[in-house]
């Protein structure tokens, strides 16, 4: 296990406004010397630029209050000095949040307050000339984030595929009585490279355990006490379930090239010891002889549940294409409530929290049939049964906060709900796991936020590439997929202002240039084969089961938008390269997935090729860039050996290319000359991306660290490369009553 990064509690107080400070502000790890113009990181010192300096210097200044843009401007740019001040500023305030491994969407340190200005959120501590420390209380403020496209029951499912355009302050009331709001407290303080992957509570109360990508932990919440488990070498943890005894768990363990499996681990030290080789998601009765978790492939999953000792499996629920999200067992340990899922496509999804009758602790007695308690479009994952009869569970935000999901509740005997839903949040991030402790008086959950960029990288004459730099330097969702016909501007699509819509962006270029933008989402911004027309599908802002997707195109140079053809679900299309003058589009079903070529003028088209299969969602497809050979690559699931599968569309023999030694292929963009293949492996904690000849052989270009590369599209000379990076922040939030 490597050194564990910054993720201790932070001190929890700022110094008193009056207070005379000398020259240092000490905050997280970070340590700032105001004399010296220096931010240090446990002691190493950090590079930053002086205007972001003095940006800091001057929120530290007055922590918890808003210092507004007017204020910034008349400290860094004086009346005579001639700038672009709103450019320059956000410039400046992300290279202060690059520094501080901080993000916009989940604060820990530099919020920004709409139309105002930006606000200091962490605890700050200041040195005192001969009386130590100075401490009062810190101040938290909510934030909002960029919105989500697509549901987590694809997105958690398709975790090594690119198929969504995707995937943290609680103000919540868990009395149970709604008008009385709760304390809220962040426990773990992670940077953006090394995102907890979840926590519990133990049933006590006292003690958080967390896991990230460096190990496990236990936390005694109360003191701050923070403590290493010890975990078998080359695993690691991403769900946690606690017996009643709070001093023992299990967990689900998982490792490069090692399938997942149920372990247990005591708190006192010892061994762990292995209970069910292949599941997610356990959760432990509240009498602890039983443990239930998932387990199966994708759209093939069930609730399982064995002994104590992971003995006499058997199924209660699931089965029949469910996808199954999260569990948790009843107070009185009779039942289990799940959340799940109907693989589907398009908008409007339904999840539903399901509760099966496991009639006591007898792993030999036969459970009855699940029934539905709830169903409900944008519900999701997580789910808790808290000891007063109170369901918690997920909800996705309606326009234009989809990126977010809160906390609600329903009381329930079990069998119906009593009584209306209860909202208990309405904050930024996405609930990503959830648990409570025994008597509900404490609740600990974990908050995401995703953070895709465009990078852009040079293509060397030997094939490799130069390290990709980050081009858009904003904080919203942004997604490549072409260039423009001069090599020199990226097409790509963002949500930068609520709704999705398309953008080009330059090298050097600070902002983008908007090409298309409407009421709807714009998505997947692709060239026609001369490069004078954007072609683009207009996906549903709310859920409609009616809506059919049309295929747009609109001059590059403006113009007004044209419908092109339309369909049920147009889930990926591209056009070749003139002089080639081929276009495609796919329509995913939930059983198969067809190929159509089309004119883009007429709109007329022709089906070239069907698959049929269940998990349609898995496939992925570029179009050679001379119009002569689809590729169409198959994620990894259920260990199928990655492969791809080049498709003539001139007559020639079908081929496959194993590509040997990696994990899976999760997705694929043809080289700029037709002779080879751009592809991104999948991969849990980092993922690489590969060029793949059409002879089979995968040469490593490049593996970013604690990120992932999605995918690779190349300029129309080959000299670059447009890279879709993704990465996540995360950390854990505890509810309790004051």
């Not at 002691?43 to 940006?55: A, N, V």
């Not at 998601?281 to 069930?302: C, E, M, R, T, Y």
């Not at 609740?443 to 990709?468: C, F, H, L, M």
């Not at 938008?561 to 990926?572: A, C, F, G, T």
Request: proline fraction near 6%.
């Amino acid at each position: 296990m490597g050194n564990k990064p910054a993720s201790a509690l932070q001190s929890g107080f700022i110094v008193t406004p009056n207070a005379t400070a000398n020259d240092t502000r000490r905050f997280g790890v970070f340590e700032v010397d105001l004399r010296a113009g220096e931010l240090r990181r446990q002691g190493t010192k950090i590079k930053l630029q002086e205007q972001p300096f003095q940006i800091l210097a001057h929120l530290l200044e007055r922590p918890g209050e808003i210092v507004t843009r007017e204020e910034l401007r008349q400290r860094l740019w004086p009346s005579d000095t001639f700038v672009d001040f709103d450019h320059s500023l956000n410039a400046a305030v992300r290279r202060l949040r690059d520094a501080l491994d901080d993000s916009a969407e989940n604060p820990r340190f530099v919020e920004t307050v709409a139309r105002r200005g930006y606000r200091f959120l962490a605890p700050v501590t200041v040195g005192m000339n001969g009386s130590g420390l100075h401490e009062v209380p810190a101040s938290i403020v909510a934030l909002s984030t960029p919105r989500r496209q697509y549901r987590w029951w694809i997105a958690a499912a398709l975790s090594a595929i690119v198929l969504t355009v995707a995937g943290l302050v609680a103000g919540i009331t868990l009395t149970w009585h709604a008008t009385r709001p709760l304390r809220v407290t962040q426990v773990t303080a992670n940077p953006l490279d090394d995102p907890v992957r979840a926590a519990a509570i133990s049933p006590d109360g006292r003690y958080l355990a967390f896991a990230d990508d460096y190990g496990l932990y236990l936390r005694q919440i109360d003191t701050g006490e923070t403590h290493p488990v010890s975990l078998p070498d080359g695993l690691w943890t991403d769900s946690i379930s606690w017996f009643s005894d709070s001093s023992h768990m299990v967990v689900r363990l998982s490792g490069l090239n090692q399938s997942a499996g149920i372990w247990e681990l005591s708190t006192m030290g010892g061994n762990a010891r292995k209970l069910v080789d292949d599941g997610r998601n356990p959760a432990v009765s509240p009498d602890g002889k039983l443990i239930a978790f998932i387990a199966g492939d994708w759209a093939h999953q069930k609730v399982i549940l064995v002994g104590r000792n992971g003995e006499q499996p058997r199924d209660v629920a699931g089965g029949g294409g469910d996808l199954i999200g999260d569990l948790t067992w009843s107070p009185d340990g009779q039942r289990i409530a799940y959340t799940a899922a109907k693989a589907t496509y398009g908008y409007g999804a339904q999840g539903s929290i399901a509760v099966v009758d496991v009639n006591g602790s007898d792993s030999n007695r036969k459970s009855s049939a699940p029934h539905l308690l709830l169903t409900q479009a944008g519900l999701e994952a997580p789910v808790t049964w808290a000891h007063d009869g109170r369901i918690i569970f997920a909800l996705e935000e309606p326009r234009p906060r989809q990126i977010d999901s809160n906390l609600w509740a329903i009381h329930t005997d079990g069998r119906k709900q009593l009584g209306p839903q209860l909202r208990l949040s309405n904050d930024s991030g996405s609930v990503h796991s959830l648990a409570a402790s025994a008597d509900g008086k404490r609740i600990v959950y974990v908050k995401r936020v995703p953070e895709p960029d465009v990078y852009v990288a040079n293509v060397n004459p030997s094939g490799t590439i130069s390290e990709p730099e980050r081009l858009t330097l904003d904080d919203h969702q942004d997604l490549p997929y072409d260039w423009t016909p001069d090599n020199k501007q990226v097409i790509f699509m963002s949500d930068r202002t609520g709704t999705f819509d398309i953008y080009k962006q330059g090298f050097g270029q600070i902002v983008p240039d908007l090409l298309v933008s409407g009421m709807q989402e714009s998505v997947i911004a692709r060239l026609s084969p001369d490069g004078s027309q954007i072609l683009y599908a207009v996906y549903p802002s709310e859920g409609d089961p009616n809506y059919k997707v049309p295929l747009m195109r609109v001059p590059l140079s403006g113009g007004p938008p044209k419908e092109v053809v339309r369909e049920d679900w147009i889930s990926n299309h591209q056009c070749a390269r003139s002089p080639a003058t081929l276009c495609i589009y796919s329509v995913a079903t939930n059983t198969n997935l067809t190929f159509f070529t089309f004119d883009l003028v007429q709109g007329t088209k022709a089906k070239v090729l069907q698959i049929k299969d269940d998990l349609p969602a898995l496939y992925n497809w570029s179009l050679s860039p001379d119009g002569t050979t689809l590729a169409i690559a198959k994620g990894k699931w259920g260990g199928e050996l990655p492969r791809i599968h080049l498709v003539s569309l001139v007559g020639a023999p079908d081929r496959w290319l194993s590509i040997d030694g990696w994990p899976g292929i999760r997705s694929i963009d043809w080289a700029a000359d037709s002779k080879g293949i751009w592809a991104s492996t999948t991969g849990d904690k980092e993922n690489t991306l590969l060029h793949v000849d059409l002879r089979g052989t995968a040469r490593a270009v490049w593996t970013p660290k604690n990120r992932h590369v999605e995918w690779a599209i190349p300029s129309r000379d080959g000299k670059h490369l447009a890279l879709h990076v993704h990465s996540v922040s995360a950390n854990a939030w505890l509810l309790e009553k004051p």
